[in-house]
Structures are given as C-alpha cells and as structure tokens.
C-alpha cells in the first residue's frame, strides 16, 4: 500500500481556482487510474493512463485535465474549480496481472 | 453505456449471520469481476475476484458466484464479525480495458 502515495491529502479551494492532485507509484506500474467517490455514485472513472504518454477518458472527465509525462507520476489538474468538484479523489495503479491499487485518497472541498 | 447496478444500497445483518450483494452488469465483454472493501475513512481495498472462466471462487468465509448467462454476480460472506463492517464495491472489467465500473456500494452493518 505504501508503494502509492497522493497529495495533497486534503485541500480547500475556491471556485474557478486551478488545483492539481498529485499521484505516484514505486512499483512501475503501467496502468494509473483517477476515481471521483461521492455518495451515491460510488466510484467513477474520470481518466486512466497505459503508459507514459498515453492518457484517456473515463465516464466523468469533463472539467479536468491529465498528463503523464513519467510513469511514476499521473497527476490530476481541475481547469476551473466547480462546487460540483467536490468529491473524494483516488488515484489507483495496476500492474500487469496483477490487481487495481489505491491510494489514500485526496478529500478537495470548492467553496 | 457499460452499468454496474449494486443491490442493497445498505444491509444489515446479526453477528454470525451470512450477508449477500448483488450486481448486474451490462457489457456481455466484462470477463473480470473484483470486490472491493471500504473501511471508514480508508481506500478500497481487494478482497477477492472472478474471472469468466470460473463460476465460484472461496476465500475462507467470503465467496464470490458468477452467472455469465444473466450477467450477475454475488458476495456472499458467511459468519459475519463486526469488523466486516464497511462499504463494498463490486465492479466489472474488459479483457483488455483494465477499465473498472464500479457499482455504487453496499453499506454492511454487523449488529453485535
């Protein structure tokens, strides 16, 4: 579990700020994934990424932007801040055969 | 679109009893099916898994079943303790994706 590791772990903004989630693994993994948790949806997709450089969207991914310029590192940037952001952040990693790690998990509040 | 839909939203259950959760998928391509743990506060967390090829799978008193005919999918957890007390996710993969969709949780209560 420590192998993936999220900051901030909570963060308070405002709307219309520009907030970046950061995600990184230790274990190589090629697959990195950003889940939105809020109740009553559980947990969806925004957007994942198979490898350094090659990123795609999940079912939510209107209103955030993603790179992955390393294969360490996957981070989540929110454009534009909306209340509706709001959420409990996951980024998860999987390796080849092996199961979906998560991290700890970023709680963000837009006021 | 690909759906998970997850059944009971919450359940309730007496120490020693067995808990059951269902789920349905829409994608007849999902061939990999994990449940998920959720601990107050706490990332989800593997706790067993499926795959097509299999109809059954056990893990001392956690057992998953898989009907590929009705696309649906069961967490049965026998004797239940308090400490499995949490929500629970099932989700639903394609060969190939490693795109999970989720279902929305199950929130098990076990009443000492």
């Known amino acids: 579990d420590a192998g993936i590791t999220q900051s901030p772990r909570y963060k308070i903004t405002e709307t219309g700020r520009q907030v970046t989630l950061m995600c990184h693994q230790t274990?190589?993994?090629?697959?990195m994934f950003w889940y939105r948790q809020d109740l009553g949806h559980g947990l969806r997709l925004i957007y994942y990424?198979?490898?350094?450089?090659?990123?795609d969207k999940g079912e939510v991914p209107d209103g955030y932007v993603v790179s992955r310029s390393k294969t360490e590192n996957f981070p989540l940037t929110l454009e534009s801040a909306t209340r509706s952001q709001t959420s409990v952040y996951f980024c998860?990693?999987?390796?080849?055969?092996?199961?979906?790690?998560f991290g700890p998990g970023t709680r963000l509040t837009v006021t | 679109g690909e759906n998970v839909e997850q059944h009971p939203s919450t359940l309730s259950v007496q120490e020693g009893d067995s808990a059951v959760i269902k789920c349905t998928y829409s994608?007849?391509?999902?061939?990999?099916f994990p449940w998920y743990k959720q601990e107050l506060g706490k990332r989800p967390q593997l706790i067993i898994d499926?795959?097509?090829?299999?109809g059954e799978k056990k893990d001392q008193r956690i057992a998953v079943t898989l009907n590929k005919t009705a696309k649906h999918f069961s967490l049965h957890i026998t004797e239940t303790q308090p400490e499995d007390s949490a929500v629970y996710f099932c989700?639903?993969?394609?060969?190939?994706?490693?795109?999970?969709?989720f279902g929305t949780g199950t929130r098990l209560k076990v009443l000492a």
């Open positions: 998860a990693s999987e390796g080849e055969g092996e199961e979906q790690y």
């Open positions: 274990w190589s993994h090629s697959y």
């Open positions: 989700a639903a993969s394609s060969a190939g994706t490693y795109k999970y969709i």
């Open positions: 994608d007849s391509a999902s061939n990999y």
């Open positions: 990424s198979a490898a350094a450089d090659i990123t």
């Open positions: 499926i795959r097509s090829n299999v």
